[in-house]
């Protein structure tokens, strides 16, 4: 198991920036596909954006697209999540996920390793 941390979460005001951060251990990590996925109160668990493990492809989705920026440090077991342009809608805990497959999956089942969640609360 690997275990992963994230970070960055706090208050932001609409329109702000946030940077999150996905830690890990291991050596194994820099060979996981690694997600965000996001939960609001009372509502399921969604993704958000992924990256592959050599980072040359990233997948979004379209809620976030061209606000949100993933990418990865395998050298610093690290992947970041650049969050720009913040809307209300955003809030919600955010966890970092890993999973072992090189396939790309937006369905929080297919992976098997998750972070505690950093809350990220944006005021309008």
């Known amino acids: 198991q690997v275990p992963l941390v994230e970070s960055g979460g706090g208050l932001v005001q609409a329109g702000g920036s946030k940077r999150l951060s996905c830690a890990a251990s291991g050596r194994t990590f820099s060979t996981y596909f690694v997600g965000w996925f996001r939960q609001a109160p009372g509502q399921e668990r969604e993704f958000v954006a992924a990256i592959r493990a050599n980072g040359e492809n990233t997948y979004y989705a379209d809620s976030v697209k061209g606000r949100f920026t993933i990418s990865r440090d395998n050298a610093k077991n690290t992947v970041v999540l650049q969050m720009n342009s913040l809307k209300p809608e955003d809030t919600a805990v955010y966890y970092c996920?890993?999973?072992?497959?090189?396939?790309?999956?937006?369905?929080?089942?297919?992976?098997?390793?998750w972070g505690q969640g950093t809350q990220v609360t944006v005021s309008s």
């Open positions: 996920a890993g999973r072992t497959s090189p396939m790309p999956s937006e369905e929080s089942r297919g992976y098997a390793y």
